[in-house]
Each structure stands twice: as C-alpha cells, then as structure tokens.
C-alpha cells in the first residue's frame, strides 16, 4: 500500500515500480472494486441489484482497456517505439485509484451519512484533476517522457474516456450528486 500512496503523489519512481511489479490481478481488483463500489452507491445495500452492478463493471473494465490501449497507442507513436501493452494497461488500471477512493467517500458521506451534497466536489476533482494526472504519472513513467508531453498525450483519451463511461457513471450517481 505503500506503493499506492507514493503514486498518489505522481512519484515516477514508484510509477517504474508498478510497472514491472505489480500484479496485473492488483489493476484489476482497483478498477472493478471502484466499480462495483459506484453500483452499491447507486443501488444501496438493500436494493443491489446483480444485473445492474455487472453491466456497470463491464463498462468500467471495457473503458479501461480501451483507455488502456488508446493511450499505449498514442505513446507508441509519439516515442516511436512498440513496448508491451500488458505493464501499459496494468498502470492504466492503476491509475483509477481516484475513482476507487472517490467511490469509497461517496459511500460512506452520501449513502450512509445521507450528505448528499458534500460527494460533488471530491467527485469533481478526482474526474478534472486527479485522475487525469495519475494517467500522465503513468504514461511518463512508461514512456520516459516529460509530464507536460505525457499530460498532452492523456488529454484526447482521457476526454473521450469521460465522455463515455464518465457518462454513464453520471447517469448512475445522479441521484447522490
């Protein structure tokens, strides 16, 4: 966990680490726990609904894979060379820790707490700042290249990735923001 928190703070050193020692299973558990944590928001405790939560996984999943594979795509040809995709997706996954905490903080302050109001504004965040700035930690770790370069490289992804799941999240949190 160590790890995790030192690429919150967008240290590339650790970003390196992930990328030739993390497990791929580590990725995936943040990405689908964030997940799933956004569909009991939505849902609560009493009405889960299987069907709902697994339609709103899938789409997580596929969006990091596609975001995954856009953003490995576009390094490749700014660098001008053709590196493994599978370490490039396993720090893309990484990279939607925000989200997995966000979710976490919309569970505890919205659901349980019953403040709705107060999740806008993490939420925000995580969706204009941080996340997107996770991405470029990874992309400039992986690619060797400067974070300015790695933020231009994130922003065409990133925008079409909000643009699709960022939807459908929005769609699913409406009710608590």
Known sequence: MNGLSR????????????ESEASPAGAGLVVLGG?????????????FSP???VRLMLTG??????????LWV????????????APFVRLVGHAHLPLLLVAIF?????VMLR???????PALFAGVFWMPAMLAGAVAASADVRLPRAL???AVPYLVWVAVVGRILWRQLGHLL
């Open 74 to 85: 576009l390094v490749r040809l700014a660098s001008g060379s053709f590196g493994p995709l």
């Open 51 to 53: 069907r709902a939560t």
């Open 7 to 18: 690429a919150l703070r967008l240290d590339l050193g650790t970003w390196r680490w992930l």
């Open 35 to 47: 997940y799933l944590m956004f569909a009991l928001d939505r849902f609560g405790w009493p009405d």
């Open 115 to 121: 403040l709705p109001s107060l999740a806008r504004w």
């Open 152 to 154: 231009l490289i994130v």
């Open 106 to 110: 919309i569970q505890v302050v919205s």
């Open 61 to 70: 999943f596929y969006g990091w894979m596609w975001l995954g594979v856009a």
